[in-house]
């Protein structure tokens, strides 16, 4: 009996025999497309970034989560290889799409990257092929807008040619217990062969797949795991407001309420929501429910509240000064740590960003001093990393902790400072109960 081409590709997804490709080779991809090549599959990263490709065809990361030492063999043994040039394609049989989903100015989904890659991969589509789209989106995506360009200049049949499928990307940046590998991977198909065939595909190399009946049903899972984490972070941000009115010690309240065994989990305050998708992901949803004459009221909540952080941080520098007798305007703030979460560089949505620039039309002298890193650009100034990070630390009117990177030796910084405002207790402890800490 003769096979179909689901049989045909499933088998050689088995084998290990196709040609995988990774487009947009970031922070998502770097990591997918190593895991790929580490479970025995030959692996093209395509990016328009030309930097991004030579560095990989040297072997070279760009990203913390992998090392030299895991790229560099890869590429040597053949398994990996970098290029910009989509015609690759026509040697791959499966596509996995990495590509940003950023916001537009007005607030608005920027799918442009997704619909480029798309345009980009459709004249090199061929039968015996599953395409899977990663980057976070709204439900819908998939369905109406990726696969009507596929077929479109493809002229193949979804389902019978070829599989197209969502799977979610669930990787938290500077995370080792959970990485590509051992995070569960939700994956949704156009059609029930594409769930089946995609998820052949990933279950080759990463250790559990957890298909799902749609497209969409995929996709609302990264929207609701994303939503849930933005609004209780906005409830949090929230009880810290109410927690500063009422002179009770947030941080006091939160380690005695996660005593309790069961109902309630551990979310802290800080400075405003940061990275490339939990400030985002939940805006693409309330607006496609716009569309649909609905409005998300939980995520416009939680955003305006977490928008505010920074702007409230601002305020609790200015009252500590203002207790020193000093105004904001002349003194000399550092701000101890940028990168949007602990232990990884990635700047990206920053509260830090907002923190700097409110300092600074206040007309407060600014330097920052980050372990990962180096200069921050925003669109009206930038800003090096200090290089003697005690050296400033000693002459600040006040330090302003925003991310707590692990490396730092907070006891030491506590020591030689005049003041500190502690937006993440990171120095625990020492920090409650000591006149010249502010906490949130
Ligand atoms: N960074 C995270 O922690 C994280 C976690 C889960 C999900 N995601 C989602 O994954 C997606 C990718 O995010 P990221 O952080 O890896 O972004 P990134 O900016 O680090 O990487 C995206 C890459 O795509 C490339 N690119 C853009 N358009 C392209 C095109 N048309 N053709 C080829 N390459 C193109 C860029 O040059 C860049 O290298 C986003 O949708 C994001 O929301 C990110």
Redesign the pocket.
């Known amino acids: 009996m003769e096979t179909t081409i689901k049989e045909q590709l499933i088998q050689k997804l088995k084998e290990k025999s196709t040609k995988v490709a990774v487009?947009?080779?970031?922070?998502?991809?770097l990591p997918l497309l190593v895991t790929f090549a580490e479970a025995g599959f030959h692996v093209v990263g395509?990016?328009?970034?030309q930097r991004?490709v030579d560095m990989v065809n040297r072997g070279e990361s760009y990203i913390l989560d992998i090392t030299d030492q895991q790229l560099a063999p890869l590429v040597k043994k053949g398994f990996v290889s970098a290029t910009t040039d989509f015609s690759v394609l026509r040697e791959a049989q499966a596509i996995s799409i990495?590509?940003?989903?950023p916001l537009r100015k007005t607030g608005d989904p920027d799918l442009s990257?997704i619909v480029?890659?798309t345009e980009?991969i459709a004249p090199h589509l061929h039968q015996n092929m599953v395409v899977v789209l990663?980057?976070?989106?709204y439900p819908g995506t998939t369905r109406e807008l990726v696969l009507p360009r596929l077929i479109e200049l493809s002229q193949l049949e979804i389902g019978r040619d070829f599989f197209l499928a969502f799977s979610?990307?669930?990787?938290?940046?500077g995370r080792t217990d959970f990485t590509t590998y051992n995070t569960p991977k939700v994956i949704g198909g156009i059609t029930t062969d594409c769930t089946e065939v995609a998820g052949t595909f990933y279950s080759m190399a990463l250790k559990t797949v957890v298909p799902v009946s749609s497209a969409e049903v995929a996709e609302m899972a990264k929207l609701l795991e994303n939503t849930f984490r933005m609004i209780n972070i906005g409830l949090v941000n929230e009880m810290a407001l109410m927690c500063d009115r009422l002179g009770v010690d947030v941080w006091e309240v939160i380690d005695a309420a996660a005593t309790k065994p069961f109902g309630f989990m551990k979310f802290t305050p800080g400075p405003g929501l940061g990275?490339?998708?939990i400030p985002?992901?939940p805006l693409y949803l309330s607006w496609k429910l716009r569309a649909l004459n609905y409005t998300a009221r939980f995520i416009e909540l939680a955003s305006e509240i977490n928008t505010q952080m920074p702007r409230f941080v601002v305020g609790k520098v200015q009252d500590a000064l203002n207790n020193d007798k000093k105004p904001l305007k002349g003194s000399h703030i550092l701000i101890l740590g940028v990168a949007y979460k602990p232990d990884i560089d990635?700047m990206r949505e920053s509260p830090a960003l907002d923190v700097i620039h409110l300092l600074k039309q206040k007309g407060a002298k600014v330097e920052f001093h980050d372990a990962y890193v180096p200069v921050i650009a925003h669109d009206e100034w930038s800003l090096n990393c200090v290089s003697d990070l005690m050296a400033e630390v000693a002459i600040a009117d006040a330090v302003v902790i925003i991310t707590n990177h692990k490396v730092y030796d907070y006891q030491a910084i506590l020591s030689a400072s005049k003041l500190i405002i502690d937006t993440r207790n990171a120095l625990g402890p020492a920090g409650r109960d000591n006149p010249k800490v502010i906490r949130l």
């Open positions: 487009i947009g080779i970031g922070y998502v991809g395509i990016d328009s970034d991004k990495c590509v940003p989903t990257f480029s890659a980009s990663e980057s976070s989106t979610p990307e669930r990787v938290d940046p990275g490339h998708c985002i992901d990635d």
